[in-house]
Each structure stands twice: as structure tokens, then as C-alpha cells.
């Protein structure tokens, strides 16, 4: 079934951008022009939020809030304002992720595909049901639940943020993964955007693939931008 997006943005031509973007790759959406009136069209079938944060009536401050006691759903802010300190008090009230205006947008779809991932995940398992969420690419198989990874049927020795790097990578197949993007899902919002300490996580995943295939290559670097599944 179609996951349906919520986009609560005040400018036409954006908020037109945004409805075509997700259509075109398998969303519902529902399109909403001030905090107020999305508020309203807010419903127990939105799986996610694309808020901005200038809207009037409600500004996107209080409006996260209200969705939140609503339903839980994530909500992917998305503004020009760039200030750090900004997105930290956002987050603090509810939010789950930020995009700064103008966005790209191979990495607005990949955040949104990872944070309904992360949502389905935490909703299953407050089912009491054990869940198995395996990905696959080529002969890598990954089964997250268990946090285990294989390569040509050979078990990988992967670090904890190797491990979430490749999840990352297998649940955005063919779509770049950019730096920032890296950072902030599998660095939770940390901080630590250190391109040195990327790098060898890169180098080390690419090691141990190597080695359990030396005959296939994986990941491919997108210079200046970040990373991807080999085409």
C-alpha cells in the first residue's frame, strides 16, 4: 500500500514541486497551504510531514507539536534557515529531521524512505511480533534485526556504524547518499561531521566487501557530494 505524505508548505510553486517529486515516486500526498490548515488535513493515515517553517497562521514550531499529539509520525522540517541552534530546538520539540531550502532532491526522497523505514521498524516491534528486516543488493544480504551482514554468503565483522552506513546505503538503492544525510541518520544528530572519520568507515565497508567478493565492486563515490550503490 502507498505511504501518504503531508506537505504543509505556503509556497504554490514549492509545495506543486513537492506533490509531483512524491507522486512520481510512489507517494499519495495530501497538500496543505498554512500551519492551520494542516493541522486539519492531518489524519490517522499520514505516514509523514514535510513541514516549513514560515506558514501563517500557525508557525511551524506549533504546529509540530500538535501533529505529534496527534499521531506519532516523522516530521521532516524543511526551511532556509540554516542555524544550528535552530535545528537543535527544533528537534527538541518533536521533530525527526531538516532539510535546508533548496534541497536536493534524490536526498529529500532518501530521508524520507529511511525515516518511514525507522517508523515501520519501531511500529512492528510494539507489535510483539518478531520482525526480520532483511535488505539485499547483488550478493549482500543484511538482516537488521539481528544486525547481520553477509557477502557473497560470507558473515561480515562490521562496527556498529559501518553496519547502519551500509543499511543506509541498501534501504536507498541507486539514489546518492550525501554526506550531510550520513551524518545526521546515522550519526543522530551529533555533530560529528567529520569527513576523515567518513571516509574510513567508507574505506573500512569497502575492505570487507573486497574481501568476501574481490571480484565485484559495491559502493562508488559521487566526488563532492557523497556515496552510492555501484550502477
Not at 209 to 228: H, M, S
Amino acid at each position: 500500500m502507498k505511504k501518504t505524505i503531508l506537505i504543509i508548505e505556503d509556497d504554490v510553486e514549492i509545495n506543486d514541486m513537492l506533490k509531483v517529486l512524491l507522486r512520481t515516486n510512489g507517494y499519495e500526498t495530501i497538500c496543505a497551504y498554512s500551519g492551520t490548515e494542516g493541522i486539519l488535513a492531518f489524519n490517522d493515515n499520514i505516514d509523514l510531514v514535510i513541514l516549513d517553517l514560515m506558514l501563517p497562521g500557525k508557525s511551524g514550531d506549533e504546529v509540530i507539536g500538535e501533529l505529534k499529539n496527534k499521531k506519532n509520525v516523522p516530521i521532516i522540517i524543511s526551511s532556509a534557515i540554516a542555524d544550528p541552534a535552530k535545528k537543535v530546538d527544533l528537534f527538541s520539540l518533536g521533530a525527526d529531521d531538516y532539510v535546508t531550502k533548496p534541497f536536493d532532491n534524490d536526498e529529500l526522497l532518501a530521508r524520507i524512505a529511511a525515516r518511514i523505514s525507522m517508523y515501520d521498524k519501531i511500529n512492528s516491534n510494539s507489535s510483539n511480533e518478531e520482525a526480520y528486516e532483511i535488505l539485499e543488493y547483488k550478493d549482500v544480504v543484511v538482516n537488521k534485526s539481528l544486525r547481520e551482514a553477509s557477502c557473497n554468503d560470507v558473515l561480515m565483522n562490521l562496527s556498529k556504524i559501518e553496519f547502519d552506513i551500509l543499511c543506509l546505503f541498501l534501504e536507498n538503492k541507486l539514489r546518492t547518499c550525501t554526506k550531510g544525510m550520513i551524518y545526521d541518520i546515522v550519526w543522530d544528530y551529533e555533530g560529528n561531521d567529520d569527513d576523515n572519520a567518513l571516509n574510513v568507515h567508507i574505506s573500512n565497508i569497502r575492505k570487507k566487501l573486497k574481501k568476501c567478493n574481490p571480484d565485484a565492486d559495491y559502493i562508488e563515490t559521487v566526488w563532492g557530494i557523497g556515496y552510492r550503490l555501484k550502477k
